[in-house]
Nanobody, 127 residues
C-alpha cells in the first residue's frame, strides 16, 4: 500500500495555531520532497510550501510567509506543517504530496513530479 495521509485539521479561531501531519506508508518519504497545497471552496488549488529531502531546501508561499514552520522526521516517515497566527483566509482543504524534484515555486505546477497525494484534511478558521 502506497499512501500519504494528512491529519491534524479541524476548527480553530483566528490567531490560533494548528499542526498538520503528512504520514507516508509503503514507501520511504525521505526520498521525496514534501509539498503542501490548500484549496478553498470555489478557488483554485494553491501551493503552500515545500521541504526538500534532508530539509536542506524549502519554498514557502507569500500567503503564509513568516507564519509556518516546516519539519520532517525521516525515521518516522512523516512531515509536518505548523501554521501560526491563523487567519480566516487559511480555511481550506490541505493536501500533502511527495515529489521528485527540487523545491521551488515551479514545483506546484509540475504534475509529473508529484508522485503521491494524500486525501486532504479540512482546516476551518472562524470566529
Amino acid at each position: 500500500q502506497l499512501q500519504l495521509v494528512e491529519s491534524g485539521g479541524g476548527l480553530v479561531h483566528p490567531g490560533e495555531s494548528l499542526r498538520l501531519s503528512c504520514a507516508a506508508s509503503g514507501f520511504n518519504l525521505e526520498e521525496y520532497a514534501v509539498v503542501w497545497f490548500r484549496q478553498a471552496p470555489g478557488k483554485e488549488r494553491e501551493g503552500v510550501s515545500c521541504i526538500s529531502r534532508g530539509s536542506v531546501f524549502s519554498h514557502i508561499s507569500d500567503s503564509v510567509k513568516d507564519r509556518i514552520t516546516l519539519s520532517r522526521d525521516d525515521a518516522e516517515n512523516i512531515a509536518t506543517l505548523h501554521i501560526h497566527n491563523m487567519k480566516e483566509d487559511d480555511t481550506g482543504i490541505y493536501y500533502c504530496a511527495a515529489a521528485r524534484r527540487l523545491c521551488s515555486r515551479a514545483i506546484y505546477q509540475d504534475d509529473l513530479s508529484l508522485k503521491y497525494w494524500g486525501q486532504g484534511t479540512q482546516v476551518t478558521v472562524s470566529s
